[in-house]
Protein backbone atom coordinates (compact mmCIF):
# COMPACT_ATOMS: atom_id res chain seq x y z
CA UNK A 1 0.00 0.00 0.00
CA UNK A 2 1.75 3.29 -1.09
CA UNK A 3 -0.62 5.50 1.22
CA UNK A 4 -1.96 7.40 -2.10
CA UNK A 5 -5.74 7.30 -2.05
CA UNK A 6 -7.20 8.39 -5.52
CA UNK A 7 -10.99 9.07 -5.48
CA UNK A 8 -12.90 7.33 -7.70
CA UNK A 9 -11.24 4.29 -9.17
CA UNK A 10 -13.56 4.70 -12.32
CA UNK A 11 -15.63 7.59 -13.62
CA UNK A 12 -17.57 7.50 -16.90
CA UNK A 13 -18.94 10.58 -18.33
CA UNK A 14 -19.98 12.02 -21.70
CA UNK A 15 -18.41 14.46 -24.01
CA UNK A 16 -18.81 17.90 -23.28
CA UNK A 17 -19.30 17.53 -19.04
CA UNK A 18 -16.66 18.27 -16.15
CA UNK A 19 -15.12 16.18 -13.71
CA UNK A 20 -13.16 16.15 -10.74
CA UNK A 21 -10.25 13.79 -9.67
CA UNK A 22 -9.15 13.46 -6.01
CA UNK A 23 -6.20 12.21 -4.05
CA UNK A 24 -5.14 12.21 -0.84
CA UNK A 25 -1.11 11.90 -0.58
CA UNK A 26 0.81 9.43 1.59
CA UNK A 27 0.66 11.14 5.38
CA UNK A 28 3.61 13.45 5.40
CA UNK A 29 4.22 14.08 2.17
CA UNK A 30 4.22 17.74 0.60
CA UNK A 31 4.69 17.31 -2.68
CA UNK A 32 1.68 15.87 -5.28
CA UNK A 33 1.93 15.05 -8.92
CA UNK A 34 -0.50 14.32 -11.76
CA UNK A 35 0.18 11.94 -14.70
CA UNK A 36 -1.95 11.27 -17.16
CA UNK A 37 -1.76 7.70 -19.00
CA UNK A 38 -2.77 6.75 -22.31
CA UNK A 39 -2.32 3.96 -24.69
CA UNK A 40 -0.91 6.49 -27.45
CA UNK A 41 1.11 8.85 -25.06
CA UNK A 42 2.68 6.94 -22.41
CA UNK A 43 2.75 8.46 -19.09
CA UNK A 44 3.06 12.29 -19.18
CA UNK A 45 3.80 14.93 -16.69
CA UNK A 46 0.74 17.22 -15.99
CA UNK A 47 1.64 19.54 -12.85
CA UNK A 48 3.06 19.50 -9.47
CA UNK A 49 2.05 21.38 -5.95
CA UNK A 50 3.80 21.32 -3.04
CA UNK A 51 2.46 22.63 -0.09
CA UNK A 52 -0.41 24.21 -1.44
CA UNK A 53 1.59 26.13 -3.94
CA UNK A 54 1.79 25.39 -7.85
CA UNK A 55 5.34 24.03 -8.50
CA UNK A 56 5.71 22.85 -12.17
CA UNK A 57 3.39 22.89 -15.24
CA UNK A 58 4.15 19.74 -17.77
CA UNK A 59 1.79 18.81 -20.68
CA UNK A 60 -1.64 19.72 -18.81
CA UNK A 61 -4.34 21.63 -21.11
CA UNK A 62 -5.99 24.89 -20.64
CA UNK A 63 -9.32 22.82 -20.08
CA UNK A 64 -7.31 21.43 -17.37
CA UNK A 65 -6.83 22.92 -13.64
CA UNK A 66 -5.61 21.22 -10.39
CA UNK A 67 -4.97 22.71 -6.58
CA UNK A 68 -3.94 21.64 -3.47
CA UNK A 69 -5.75 22.31 -0.31
CA UNK A 70 -4.47 23.29 3.33
CA UNK A 71 -4.92 19.73 4.54
CA UNK A 72 -2.69 18.59 0.92
CA UNK A 73 -4.98 16.53 -0.77
CA UNK A 74 -5.41 17.71 -4.31
CA UNK A 75 -8.10 17.97 -6.93
CA UNK A 76 -7.73 17.62 -10.88
CA UNK A 77 -10.24 19.12 -12.83
CA UNK A 78 -11.04 18.20 -16.34
CA UNK A 79 -13.94 20.03 -17.78
CA UNK A 80 -15.15 20.41 -21.44
CA UNK A 81 -14.25 16.91 -21.50
CA UNK A 82 -13.63 14.74 -25.06
CA UNK A 83 -13.07 11.73 -26.44
CA UNK A 84 -9.03 12.10 -26.63
CA UNK A 85 -9.53 13.13 -22.60
CA UNK A 86 -10.15 9.15 -21.94
CA UNK A 87 -7.38 8.06 -19.91
CA UNK A 88 -5.59 7.00 -16.67
CA UNK A 89 -4.80 9.49 -14.21
CA UNK A 90 -2.59 8.94 -11.40
CA UNK A 91 -1.43 10.90 -8.51
CA UNK A 92 1.73 10.89 -7.07
CA UNK A 93 3.28 11.98 -4.03
CA UNK A 94 6.72 12.76 -2.22
CA UNK A 95 7.87 13.95 1.14
CA UNK A 96 9.38 17.51 0.05
CA UNK A 97 11.04 18.73 -3.11
CA UNK A 98 13.75 17.54 -3.61
CA UNK A 99 12.28 14.17 -4.75
CA UNK A 100 10.39 12.87 -7.85
CA UNK A 101 7.05 11.07 -7.32
CA UNK A 102 7.68 8.61 -4.43
CA UNK A 103 4.44 6.64 -3.66
CA UNK A 104 1.59 6.17 -7.03
CA UNK A 105 -1.44 5.94 -6.22
CA UNK A 106 -3.93 3.11 -8.01
CA UNK A 107 -5.08 6.00 -10.44
CA UNK A 108 -8.87 6.53 -11.63
CA UNK A 109 -9.96 5.35 -14.77
CA UNK A 110 -11.76 7.69 -16.76
CA UNK A 111 -13.87 6.73 -19.80
CA UNK A 112 -15.56 9.44 -21.95
CA UNK A 113 -18.61 8.02 -23.84
CA UNK B 1 14.09 18.35 -23.47
CA UNK B 2 15.00 14.98 -21.98
CA UNK B 3 13.20 12.01 -24.00
CA UNK B 4 13.12 8.03 -22.87
CA UNK B 5 13.01 5.35 -25.47
CA UNK B 6 11.58 1.74 -24.79
CA UNK B 7 12.07 0.18 -28.18
CA UNK B 8 10.37 -3.05 -27.32
CA UNK B 9 6.40 -2.54 -26.80
CA UNK B 10 5.99 -6.49 -25.59
CA UNK B 11 8.21 -9.34 -24.46
CA UNK B 12 7.43 -12.40 -22.98
CA UNK B 13 10.21 -14.78 -20.98
CA UNK B 14 9.79 -19.07 -19.93
CA UNK B 15 9.59 -19.01 -15.78
CA UNK B 16 13.10 -19.15 -13.91
CA UNK B 17 14.51 -17.96 -17.25
CA UNK B 18 16.26 -14.29 -18.08
CA UNK B 19 15.04 -11.59 -19.70
CA UNK B 20 16.06 -8.02 -20.65
CA UNK B 21 14.43 -4.94 -21.14
CA UNK B 22 15.83 -2.33 -22.93
CA UNK B 23 15.77 1.41 -22.74
CA UNK B 24 17.74 4.60 -24.12
CA UNK B 25 17.28 7.96 -23.32
CA UNK B 26 18.03 11.47 -24.86
CA UNK B 27 19.91 13.96 -22.56
CA UNK B 28 22.75 17.03 -22.32
CA UNK B 29 22.76 16.91 -18.96
CA UNK B 30 25.91 15.04 -16.95
CA UNK B 31 24.41 14.49 -14.11
CA UNK B 32 21.16 12.60 -13.55
CA UNK B 33 18.86 9.63 -11.83
CA UNK B 34 17.30 6.38 -14.00
CA UNK B 35 14.48 4.24 -12.82
CA UNK B 36 12.42 1.34 -13.74
CA UNK B 37 8.75 1.11 -12.53
CA UNK B 38 6.13 -1.97 -12.35
CA UNK B 39 2.88 -1.63 -13.28
CA UNK B 40 0.68 -4.66 -13.03
CA UNK B 41 -2.47 -5.20 -13.59
CA UNK B 42 -3.65 -3.64 -10.22
CA UNK B 43 -2.49 -0.59 -11.59
CA UNK B 44 -0.21 0.89 -9.20
CA UNK B 45 3.26 1.89 -9.93
CA UNK B 46 5.74 0.37 -8.31
CA UNK B 47 9.76 1.57 -7.88
CA UNK B 48 11.91 -1.47 -9.03
CA UNK B 49 15.42 -0.41 -8.91
CA UNK B 50 17.37 3.07 -9.05
CA UNK B 51 20.41 4.00 -10.46
CA UNK B 52 22.40 7.45 -10.17
CA UNK B 53 23.91 8.80 -13.41
CA UNK B 54 27.41 9.37 -11.19
CA UNK B 55 27.59 6.31 -10.51
CA UNK B 56 29.55 4.01 -12.33
CA UNK B 57 28.37 0.33 -10.84
CA UNK B 58 25.39 -0.94 -11.96
CA UNK B 59 22.61 -1.26 -9.26
CA UNK B 60 21.15 -4.37 -8.17
CA UNK B 61 17.84 -5.30 -6.26
CA UNK B 62 17.30 -8.83 -5.61
CA UNK B 63 16.33 -10.88 -8.71
CA UNK B 64 16.60 -7.34 -10.71
CA UNK B 65 19.76 -5.49 -12.33
CA UNK B 66 20.54 -2.94 -14.93
CA UNK B 67 23.01 -2.60 -17.12
CA UNK B 68 23.94 1.36 -17.06
CA UNK B 69 25.99 2.50 -20.18
CA UNK B 70 26.34 6.16 -20.01
CA UNK B 71 28.08 7.08 -23.31
CA UNK B 72 25.58 4.60 -25.25
CA UNK B 73 22.82 6.50 -23.12
CA UNK B 74 21.54 3.41 -22.43
CA UNK B 75 19.92 1.65 -19.53
CA UNK B 76 18.47 -1.94 -19.82
CA UNK B 77 16.73 -3.92 -16.92
CA UNK B 78 17.59 -7.68 -16.82
CA UNK B 79 15.62 -9.78 -14.76
CA UNK B 80 16.84 -13.17 -13.28
CA UNK B 81 14.77 -16.17 -12.24
CA UNK B 82 11.86 -14.86 -13.38
CA UNK B 83 8.35 -15.66 -12.09
CA UNK B 84 4.72 -15.30 -12.77
CA UNK B 85 4.28 -12.11 -10.47
CA UNK B 86 7.11 -10.28 -12.64
CA UNK B 87 4.24 -10.06 -15.11
CA UNK B 88 3.39 -6.31 -15.61
CA UNK B 89 4.06 -3.30 -17.54
CA UNK B 90 7.57 -1.69 -17.14
CA UNK B 91 8.15 1.59 -17.51
CA UNK B 92 12.27 3.41 -17.63
CA UNK B 93 11.92 7.34 -16.46
CA UNK B 94 14.60 9.70 -16.02
CA UNK B 95 14.96 11.98 -13.29
CA UNK B 96 17.48 15.58 -13.54
CA UNK B 97 19.09 16.44 -11.20
CA UNK B 98 18.45 19.97 -10.53
CA UNK B 99 15.37 21.37 -11.66
CA UNK B 100 14.05 24.87 -11.61
CA UNK B 101 11.49 25.63 -9.58
CA UNK B 102 12.34 22.59 -7.08
CA UNK B 103 10.35 20.30 -9.73
CA UNK B 104 11.45 16.79 -10.27
CA UNK B 105 9.06 15.04 -12.11
CA UNK B 106 9.88 11.64 -14.31
CA UNK B 107 9.61 10.96 -17.78
CA UNK B 108 8.63 8.10 -18.74
CA UNK B 109 8.79 5.82 -21.67
CA UNK B 110 6.04 4.59 -23.04
CA UNK B 111 6.74 0.82 -21.66
CA UNK B 112 7.45 -2.59 -22.34
CA UNK B 113 4.48 -5.15 -21.36
CA UNK B 114 6.24 -8.37 -20.02
CA UNK B 115 4.36 -11.72 -20.23
CA UNK B 116 5.72 -14.63 -18.47
CA UNK B 117 5.02 -17.94 -19.89
CA UNK B 118 4.46 -21.08 -16.97
Known amino acids: DSGVTQTPKHLITATGQRVTLRCSPR?????VYWYQQSLDQGLQFLIQ???????AKGNILERFSAQQFPDLHSELNLSSLELGDSALYFC????????????FGDGTRLSIL | AQTVTQSQPEMSVQEAETVTLSCTYDTSESDYYLFWYKQPPSRQMILVIRQEAYKQQNATENRFSVNFQKAAKSFSLKISDSQLGDAAMYFCAYRSVNSGAGSYQLTFGKGTKLSVIP
Open chain 1, 92 to 103: ASSAGQGYQPQH
Open chain 1, 27 to 31: SGDLS
Open chain 1, 49 to 55: YYNGEER
